[in-house]
Structure formats: structure tokens, C-alpha cells
């Protein structure tokens, strides 16, 4: 979601800010005049955004149409009705289970709770948006450079603890990179970090992973009162823009995390396509299977051109390249948006999986481009 | 609606988050599980959240079904379009609107802004949900007493201003007194606020009024560019669970508010619905019409029952009780949720309109539990 321009996360744009929403100008996108209001352009092929075109499910559809006439009330009903389901699926309290207008919020949340109590520590690269939402609240950040072959270095960010760290943040698979960090190296990192310092680890990606169930951590939250793992409805139910997200963590990390929240929780049509699709494996299983077929044509286009790419187990793919920016900008010029460079990694350009039709007007061009 | 529970505000409960949601436990609602999703259960008046159960508008309700396939895509155009479409009604830049989930989100984000530069200074009595959750953070918060008839004392709050002030905050028409402040004497105590002390007016009701454009200061944006105006689509448009609140500020104090919001501004359900309704006066007329004739009902039964209400000027009444809290349960008896007292306002009773068929319940019971 790193190139939406919401005025709401622009607002104080600072040099980080710039650098998470650096895609959309240099895309060119078209004018908002001559833009739906929802949904890309007609021509346009929107492979910038890690959305999921395939969502929402069928389901959801039908049970946003049917509850829309009801949004006259407050919808904290069925806040707390999603958040049971949820508590059930992972064996937790409800009072474990924190409900928010997209993870965003929640991750948002989650930083302002802890940034007076120590520097946050987190790869030199993720999806740091919400790290410098707090960082511009006068949170400090403390990184961690990325292995040569763009993995998180978590023997790194274990050496980098110490008394000045308050919090950790991962994501994991990471963004923009697409590599999973491995389930059991990752349950082996957070038994090694000091149980008073949280674990927040962004789970945004984790049932695209080949083995969601290993990939995930959240049966290590019984174990780990320090955990806190963020997921969301926007990737593998294709809800980007119905805005429900989540959080598992302890009662007492909940009840923090809540505290900081601004938003209620969530709305009349995001709670009811969450609940109606949150167990619509039909859906979830045909979207899965959508995004891998869309991700398998990148990597070929990708080898064919002779290039290569991180290894994705995510909705979106790292290409190395000559110069993202410079292959940003020949896909714009074809309709095709993509991400530019993140910072000083010009090297690598992220592309996200979409619908097939578009993903094979990127692999078309990929070979005309590479070169760019 | 400041009953709601929702754990995103009640999270750190302190006894001023208990005092804004006491309502709900003691109008012993159904269980959760006996209720739907949305709305009340069959066989509740649910008179205690000042929702409109008129709305959404047709064509709100209309153009959420028409979204939900989008759903999977950030809608940050969407937002963009109806900030453009508010920017135009009032003249003032689409630079100068946020759109935030809900105006909760864009009151608490404000009050996180300012926190640090001084004392919150705000009535006595009014709804102070969001200043709750910035002293919660650490905000000051300094009251100035309403005046004997329960109006707010803006001569009182001038005298209060002083080096420790940060800020003002007022709600117009005040929640939940429902008492107008009339236009013309605000506009004067606008004028003679400091221009460096920001003043915030939350005009979650003003729509209501007998004579919005009186009752509105949005049109001394330009003279006072420290005035912010709040405004929010769950009132007279009806849309309470779809979380779409705005503010209109200077293009400097815009960008410092948003700044502090964690969601995205608005989900597509909720900006498609506030982008058809918002100039759909066929149905806005129609919902205030409701609202009045709900509000004479109460207003009549008040005078019947031998009992006087603060002049309402919005979709709620204050009624004037021996004790706020036993009407509150002799009421919840009945299936008739209403508001029980507000800190040590045991003697004002807060009930909403709503659902005609519920107000003529209410109404039918007042002369009953009128003596409680």
C-alpha cells in the first residue's frame, strides 16, 4: 500500500515520508478528473500497491450490499463479533484481539504506545510507514542494515539490542523485498529477545506464504506475552480499501496498543465482508491460487529477460534492476504502475501481482524496459 | 454516541473514559450474541448513541453497492474527490480539508497536536470523548463551568485564557446539553481569541440546527485562520458505522492534524456513501425532518409529564430528572435504552431521537419512570 497519497500520511511529509510515497508522482499517474473514484483508470495496469483485484470475496460482496442500510448505527457489534471470531481461530481472548481501520492504524497505534520507552529496532528496509508516523512524533528509530542478499539479519538486530531499545518491528514476508523470514528461525529470534522489549512482528503477507501455519508466529503468542502480530483484510481478502485490521498480542499489550487507537474500530461494510469472508476459504483459496499463477508469469518474464528477482512469497515481486526509477518510468509510459526506488535501493524495483491481464501487458514490456 | 464501547476507546478505561461510556452497562443491553450485527436487537428503542436511523440516504445506500466490488483498491481517490467536493461548498481549498474515520479520529488527532503547547480549555460539560483520550497521553485539560441554565460560558472561557492555554475546544450545538450556541455570540468569542490559540468547533450537529447557516462558523475560516471546524457524515446524513468525519482548518493547521491520523481517511463504503448523500438534499431534508418530528415528541411528552428539557437544537433532548440514572433503568426495563447521568449530572437525562415507533415508546413511558 506504500504509494497511497492520503493527505492523512503526507501530512508532515518528511524525507521518510517522501521516500514511502516516492512511486506515485514519478508515475505519472492519471488526473484524478479523469480517474473512477475507485479502481485504476481504465488502460491503466495498477501493479504498485500490493492490492488483491480478485477480492473481496463474493461473500463480502453480498454482505456489504446487505448491511449498507443499517450503517445509520455504530458498528461495535460486530467490532466485537469479528474480534471473537478471530480470537477463536488463534486460541486467545477476545481481549487479545485489537480491531483497527486497517493495520495501518493499529501499527500506528503500536508505535506511539512504545516510542517513549526506547528506540524502535527494525531492518534497514521494510514497510516503515507507520515507524515514521511515530519517528515524526519524536520516536527514534534504530536500523538494521539487510544481509548482501536482502534478507533481514536477525543475528544483527539481536546484536543491536540493548538498554536504548524499547520495541522490535519486523515484517515478515518483509515489504518490499518478498523474502519470508523462516517460521523457526523466527520463533528462535523472538525466544532470544529479552521478555520486557515487545515483538511486533507485520504479518500483513502471511497466508500468501507457501506454508502459512510455519511462516506465522502467532501460536508463539502463549508462549511470548511480549509478541504483537498485525495482520489485515487488504492482501489475501482483497479489502485494501474497506480498511479493517488486526492485532493479536497479550490482554495487557491489547488494552496499550487500544488506548492509542483514534478511529473506532472499524466500519458497517468492512465489518461485514471481514466476517462474512473471514472463513470463506472458497474465496481465500481461488485468490491464493490467482496471485501465485500472476506472481509465476513475473518470475518467468523476469528470467526471460534475463534478470533476476529476490524470492517472493508474497503478492509482489523484487526485481533487480539497472535503475527502478528509470524502469518506473518506461512502465508509466505504457500505463503500467510500478514502484520507484526505495531510497537509495535504485537497484531494485518492486512490482505487484494484479489481475492477469495486466500482469502479462508487465511481462510484455519487462524486456523492452530492462535495459532502461 | 458515546455510549459505544468499543474497546479502541475504552481501552485504557480511566474514570473520565467511564464517566463518556457509562451509559451502556446500566442500560443492561442484550447480549451480545442475542443482537444482530447492526443496529438494535428486535424489541429495543435504542435511543442512547444520537443515531439517525433515517439514513443512510437511498442513494448513499445505492452507491455502496455499486463500491463493494472495488472494494480490494485504497481509496484514497474517493477521498480526494469528497475533499474536493467540501472544499467547494465552504470556498476554501481541498488543502484545507481532512477526511479522517470518523471526525472522532480528526478530534483525537488534534488533540494529540496541541497537547504539548498548553491547556485544552473546553466547557464544563460537553463531549469531550477525544480531550479524554489526549489527557490520557498527558494533555492538560482546563474546564470552565457551564452556566446555571447549562449553557456554555464563553464569557467564562475568554476570562480563562491565559499563558497556559494551548488550545479551545466547544462542541456547537453542545452534546449532550443539545443547547445552541447562538452564531453571532460565537463568531464575537472567536474574535476575541488570540489568533496564535487554535479554536475548535465540533459542528457534529450543526446540519440540525433551525438555522445552519447562522449557526455554523465555517464561513470565518478566512478572517480566523486558528479557527477549526469539525463536521462528520454519522448525524444528519445517517451514516454513524461508516466513519467519515472531516475538519476544515488553515492549509498549516490541516497538515498538522493530519499528520497525527493513523487510517487512511475513509474506507470505500463510507466515501462512497458520503459522496452521493452529500448533496442529495432530497433525503437531508427528509432525515431533519424526522429528527424534528421524533424531537417535538419528546419535547411534548416533557410538558406532559410535568418535567423541562434544555432547548434542543439538535437529535437529542436533555431532560431535567430527579435521577438520570434510575429513569436510565426503569427505562432499560422496558427495552428503551437511554443515557444515564454524566459524572455528577445525575439530574439531566440525555435520550436521542430515533425511530419514531421507538420515541413514541419512550414517550408512552416517561410519565411511568418519570419519578424514579
Not at 350 to 360: F, L, N, P, Q, Y
Amino acid at each position: 500500500m506504500d504509494d497511497i497519497s492520503r493527505r492523512a500520511l503526507i501530512g508532515a511529509a518528511s524525507a521518510g515520508t517522501a521516500l514511502a510515497f516516492a512511486g506515485r508522482a514519478g508515475a505519472q499517474a492519471p488526473t484524478p478528473a479523469a480517474r473512477p473514484l475507485f479502481g485504476p483508470a481504465p488502460g491503466v495496469a495498477q501493479l504498485s500497491r500490493n492490492e488483491n483485484p480478485y477480492g473481496p470475496s463474493p461473500k463480502a460482496i453480498e454482505a456489504m450490499a446487505a448491511a449498507a442500510p443499517k450503517g445509520s448505527y455504530y458498528a461495535d457489534v460486530a467490532a466485537d463479533r469479528l474480534a471473537a471470531m478471530i480470537a477463536e481461530r488463534h486460541g486467545v481472548s477476545p481481549a487479545q484481539v485489537v480491531i483497527g481501520s486497517g493495520s495501518t492504524e493499529i501499527l500506528s497505534a503500536i508505535a506511539l504506545a512504545w516510542k517513549d520507552k526506547g528506540a524502535i529496532l527494525c531492518p534497514g528496509l521494510f514497510w516503515d510507514t507507520t515507524v515514521l508516523y511515530a519517528a515524526r512524533k519524536g520516536a527514534t528509530v534504530k536500523r538494521v542494515p539487510l544481509k548482501p542478499d536482502m534478507s533481514v539479519d536477525l543475528d544483527g538486530m539481536l546484536a543491536a539490542i540493548g538498554p536504548d531499545v524499547g520495541m522490535i518491528h519486523l515484517c515478515n514476508p518483509n515489504n518490499p523485498t518478498a523474502i519470508l523470514i523462516d517460521g523457526d528461525a523466527l520463533r528462535a529470534f523472538i525466544a532470544r529477545v529479552p521478555p520486557h522489549i515487545p515483538v511486533l512482528i507485520d504479518e500483513a503477507y502471511s497466508e500468501l506464504t507457501t506454508r502459512p501455519d510455519h511462516a506465522s508466529v502467532t501460536a508463539s503468542l502463549k508462549a511470548h506475552p511480549n509478541l504483537i502480530v498485525a495482520r489485515t483484510f487488504s492482501k489475501i481478502y482483497g479489502m485494501a480499501g474497506l480498511r479493517i485490521g488486526y492485532a493479536l498480542a497479550s490482554e495487557a499489550n491489547a488494552e496499550l496498543m487500544g488506548s492509542y487507537l483514534m478511529s473506532f474500530g472499524g466500519n458497517t461494510a468492512g465489518l461485514a465482508a471481514a466476517i462474512a469472508s473471514y472463513d470463506d476459504t472458497a474465496f481465500t483459496t481461488f485468490s491464493k491460487a490467482r496471485i501465485l499463477e500472476a506472481r509465476g508469469m513475473i518470475l518467468d518474464a523476469v528470467a526471460k529477460a534475463g534478470l533476476t528477482a529476490a524470492p517472493s512469497e508474497t503478492n509482489f515481486v523484487f526485481v533487480k534492476v539497472a535503475d527502478a526509477n528509470a524502469v518506473q518510468r518506461a512502465m508509466a509510459a505504457r500505463n503500467i504502475l510500478i514502484r520507484g526506488a526505495y531510497g537509495e535501493w535504485n537497484q531494485w524495483s518492486r512490482v505487484s501481482t494484479g489481475r492477469i491481464e495486466d500482469v502479462k501487458r508487465y511481462c510484455e514490456a519487462l524486456p523492452q524496459v530492462a535495459g532502461a
